[in-house]
C-alpha cells in the first residue's frame, strides 16, 4: 500500500466530498466554501507533482472474476502531464473564477461543476480500464454541458450546451462500441495489458480491426473538435470565461489528444491510423486557423486558434516519429500554458470593458500594463519567438515534418502556413487590444490579483521553461514520449540548434506572421463571408436532423395520440386482424368433420333468426329506446341458447342481468341525448370492413376450435368431487361457492366497488366553479 | 347447429366492434355489451354443446352416471356476466353523469379537458 497510485481513490473521494460540499446552497455570496476550493486542486497537484516522478504505476483495486472490466489506475508520464495540467490549471482556474464570479450568483455551484468535471478528467487521465475510462469520459461531457450551459436562461447558451453534449455524446457512444471490440480481440480491457507486443499483433491483424479504430478514432475527433466536427467548440464559448480557460484550453478537449495519445503504443503505425490522423489533423490545423484569423471576438480567436492547436497535436501523433512524438509531448504542454493564459487574459478585459470585440478595444496599456505584459507573453509563447517555450515546441513541430519521407515539403508547407496564422492571431488577442488610443470607457482599471496573477504565474512559466528546458526535460516530456511511443525516447529540448532549416523556417514563420497581423483588420464584412463557410458541413446536419427528429416526433405524437378513441380502437384492430388472419388463412383447414355437429331444429333455428334480427336492430336503429330494446332481446335469446344447451344456471343469470341492464338503461335514458343522425360516409365502410374481418376471423377460429379434442380433466375432477368433498349436486354452483370460492368472494368485492361508484356518481355534488355552465 | 352458434359469434362480434368506433357514448356501450354476448357465446361454445344433460348430479347418485354439458365454461360465464353487468351499471352512470357536466355524448368532443 506504499505506492501512491493506491492512494488515488482517497483523492477522488477527497474531491467528491468537496463537490458534495460546494452543492449545498448557500445564501452567501463568495462564501467561505467557495473561497476554499483551490485548495483541493492545488492539494491534488502537489499530489501528483510529490508522489510521482514518471515511471509507470499500475495498481488494481478491484476485479471480480465474472467481470471483464475492473478498478485500476494507470499513471505514467502521459497520465502524470495530465493530471499536472489538470490539477495546475485548476488550481489557477479556481482562483481566477474567485475573482471573475465575485457578486455573481451561484458560484458556488460554477465551482461544483467545475470539480466534478476535474474528477472526470482525471479519471480519463488515470484509468487503465476500457469501460471506466469511458465511464469518465462521458463524466466529462455531462459536466462540460452543464458548464457551458451555465448561463441558463441564456438561449444560445442553452443551445450550444446541447450541440456540445449531442456531439461529443455521440462520439463517445460510437467509441464505446469501438472499445467493445478492442476489448474483446485483445482479451483485455486493460490498456497496461495491450502494450505486450502479442497483443499488439493479435490486435493489428484481427479482421475488425478497422472498424474498431474508426470508432474509436471518432470518438478522439469529437472531443477534440477536429474539422468537420469542430464547430461545438467555438459554440461552447457562451460559457463563463474560467469554464472555457479550463475545458477548451488544457483539458476536455484535449481528452480526444490524450486517448490518441495513449492508444499510440497499441493502435499506432498503421495505416488506418496515419492516414486518418494526418489527414483529419492536417485539414483541421489549417482551416481553424484560417478561422480565427477573421474573427473578431476574442474568445472565438481563441476557440479557432484551439481547435488548429488540436488540429496540429492530432496531426503529429499521425506522423509516428520520434521526432513528432516529442514534438506533441512539448506541445500539449506549451499550448496548456498560452492558451489558459490567453483565455483569462480575454476574460478579465470582458469582465472589466464588458467587451470581447477587438476591433472596438484599443490602448488598454495604460490601464492594465500587467495584463499587457501578459498578453505580450502568451503571444511570445504562441507565436514560438526564442527563448520562449514555444519556440522550442515549433523547432521540434518543423523538424518532424521535414523529416517525413515522400510528403516532407506538403507537411512542412502547411504547417509553416498554419503557424503564421496562429501568430498573426496570437497578435490579435495579446497585443492588438492593448496598443493604439485609449478608449473612452470610463473607470477602467488593474482588476484585482485574483483576475491577472493567474494568467501571469502561466505565462511566466511558458517563458521560464523556454530558458531552462532541463526544468521539463526529464521530469515531465521524456515520460510523455516515452508513454507516447511505447518505447524508451531521449528527448533533449535546447535554444539553440546552430543555423539549419528549421532556425530559417521559424524565421520566416515570425516574419510572416508579423505581416499578415499587419495586413488583417477583421471586420464585419469579413465576418460575415467567414461565418458563411461554417454553415455547411456537419451544423447544418446536425441541425436537420435534431429538426427533424423533433418534427417527425411531433407527428408520430399527434398521428397516434390524437386523443380520438375511434382511431386507437381502429388500430388495435386492424393491427390483431392482420397478425391473426395471417396465422388463421396459412394454418386453418377449412375442413368441418359433419359428424361432430349437432342438428338445427325448428326452434333454434327461430331463437339464432331473432338473434340476427335483433343485431340489425340494435345497429341501425335511429331509436336509443328500440336499440336497448334489442340488445335485450339479444340477451333474451342467449339466454334461450344457454336453456337449450343444459345450462340452466347461465340461462337464469342472464335473464336477471339482461333485465337489470334494459331497466338501468331505461332508467337514465330520458336523460341521455339523441343519437347523433350522420348521414353514411366512408367512415362506416371502413368500420364495416374491419368489423366483419374481427367478427369473420372468430366464427373461423371458433370453428377451427372445434375440429380439435377438448381437454376435460379439470371438469371432470370437479365432477366426481362435487358431491363427495363438496357435498353439492349443481356441479356449477360448486364450483363458484366451493372449489373457486375465493374467487368469487373477490369478484364480489369487484362488484360492491362498482356499486360505491355507481352510488357517488348519483350522488355527486359539484362546486360551483366546478360546474361546466 | 355449431356453425350457426359460430356466425352468431362474429355477428356479435362484428356488431359489438361497429358499435364501439361510433361517436355516441351510448351506442358505445351498448357495443360493449354485445362484446360481451359475443365473448360468452364464444367460451360456452368451445365447451362443446349437447342437448338435455345439465352438468348437475342426479337425485339418486353421488357421482355423474352417464355424459354431463361441461360445468367449467359455464362457471367462467356465470363470473363474466357478473361482473360485465358491474361494469355496465357503471358506465351507463358515468354516460349519464358526464352528460349532465358537459352536455354531450360525443365522445371526439371530450378529447380534451379544456372547454371547447
Known sequence: MDSAVEKLPILFVCILLYIIVLAIPSVRKNGVRSRLSPLIPIGAFLFFLLGFDGSKQTAVLWSHELLPTQLSFTVDGLGRLFALLITGIGSLIFIYANGYMKGAKYTQRLQSFLLLFMLAMLGVVLSDDLIMLFIFWELTSISSFFLIGFKNEDEASRKSALQAIAITGLGGLVMLGGFIILGEIAGTYSIAEMSNPEVIAAITSHAWFAPMLIFILLGAFTKSAQFPFHFWLPGAMKAPTPVSAYLHSATMVKAGVYLLARFSPVLGDTLIWNTALISFGGVTMIYAAFQALFRTDMKSILAYTTVSALGIMVFLLGLQSSDAIAAVSLFILVHALYKASFFMLAGTIDHETGTRDISKLSGLKTAMMPLFIVGILAAWSNGGVPPSVGFLGKDLIYESTLAFPGLNYLFTGISVLTNIMLFAAGLLVGWLPFRGQKISHKDIHLPTPSLWVPAAVLAVLGMLFGLFPALINDSLINPVATAISGNTENIHLKLWHGFNTVLYLSLLTMGLGVLTYAIIRPGARLLGFIEYAEQFGPKRLLHAIANGFIQSSDWVTKTLQNGKLRIYLLVILGFLVLILGYVVLSETTFTIDQEMLTNITIYEGITVGILFISVFLTLFSGSRLAAVAAMGVIGYTLCIIFVFYSAPDLAMTQFTIDTLTVILFVLVLYRLPRFIRLDFSPRHILDGLVALSVGGLMTIISLEVLQRMPEREISDYYALNAYLLAKGKNVVNVILVDFRGADTMIEIVVLSIAAIGVYSLLKLRLRKNEKME | ?116
Not at chain 2, 28 to 52: C, D, E, Q, Y
Open chain 2, 1 to 116: 347447429m355449431e356453425i350457426l352458434l359460430a356466425m352468431t359469434i362474429g355477428l356479435l362480434y362484428a356488431a359489438g366492434i361497429f358499435l364501439i368506433l361510433r361517436r355516441s357514448m351510448v351506442r358505445l356501450i351498448i357495443g360493449l355489451i354485445l362484446l360481451g354476448n359475443g365473448a360468452n357465446l364464444l367460451i360456452f361454445l368451445l365447451g362443446r354443446i349437447s342437448k338435455g344433460k345439465p352438468p348437475i348430479i342426479p337425485e339418486e347418485s353421488k357421482v355423474f352416471l352417464d355424459a354431463y354439458a361441461d360445468p367449467i365454461p359455464q362457471a367462467l360465464i356465470l363470473t363474466a356476466i357478473v361482473i360485465s353487468f358491474g361494469l355496465q351499471a357503471y358506465a351507463i352512470i358515468l354516460v349519464k353523469r358526464a352528460y349532465r357536466v358537459v352536455k354531450t355524448d360525443d365522445i371526439e368532443e371530450m378529447i380534451t379537458t379544456d372547454e371547447i
